[in-house]
């Protein structure tokens, strides 16, 4: 049986400096960042945690904005980048599911493109831990590729093979239940590749 995720994996480490150019293509995430700030009501130095920071690109603004933040990513090749893109920021490497939240640490957590490599019961397991880690009025803003229904679906392009999971607005409420209070949700945009994706704010109650 193949192991989707080392797959995956392995091809952002064989890729990382190619896929960091694609990623800057993609367009800025400012207004987003400063939403997810003003969402928390806390502009003023927040705490910060970033889920699957990649090469640093969003880090850098998002350093601009705070002196407290952490990023991680489960690529070694993609956080040895973000620590040259973004030296104001701290990063480790580190695996979503598995990674030590601790307990009301963050104002605000974004996961931009990164929990679309997880499954449905391990993104319900990020959701949990994330509350926990969250600040009160604490803010999870996440971006993922949107589909009618939750699927996956394997991408194999110039980089190599990553294991994708598509999902909607209404399975991340039911995955999210009573312990957020959606705040703030695009339901569907477009970007390169004529992909749809969607975002949430969503608030811990």
Request: with cysteine.
């Amino acid at each position: 049986m193949t192991n989707w995720k080392q797959v995956t994996v392995d091809t952002y480490n064989k890729s990382a400096k190619e896929l960091a150019e694609y990623f800057r293509g993609i367009g800025s995430r400012v207004k987003d960042i400063e939403k997810a700030l003003e969402l928390a009501g806390n502009t003023n130095n927040p705490k910060v945690l970033e889920i699957g920071c990649g090469d640093g690109r969003d880090a850098k603004e998002i350093v601009k904005r705070t002196k407290s933040y952490l990023g991680f990513d489960i690529s070694e090749e993609l956080i040895k980048l973000a620590k040259v893109h973004a030296p104001g920021g701290k990063f480790v490497v580190a695996d979503a599911v598995r990674f030590n939240y601790g307990k009301d640490n963050y104002d605000v957590v974004f996961a931009f493109a990164s929990l679309l490599h997880l499954n449905k019961s391990e993104v319900g397991d990020v959701l949990q831990k994330v509350h926990v880690a969250l600040k009160e009025n604490g803010v999870f803003y996440v971006s993922l590729k949107l589909a009618n229904t939750y699927e996956e679906k394997v991408k194999d392009d110039k980089f190599g093979k990553r294991m994708f999971y598509f999902y909607n607005p209404q399975v991340i409420k039911e995955l999210a239940g009573d312990a957020y209070e959606v705040v703030d949700e695009d339901g569907g945009f477009v970007t390169v590749g004529n992909t749809k994706w969607f975002e949430m704010a969503l608030r811990k109650r």
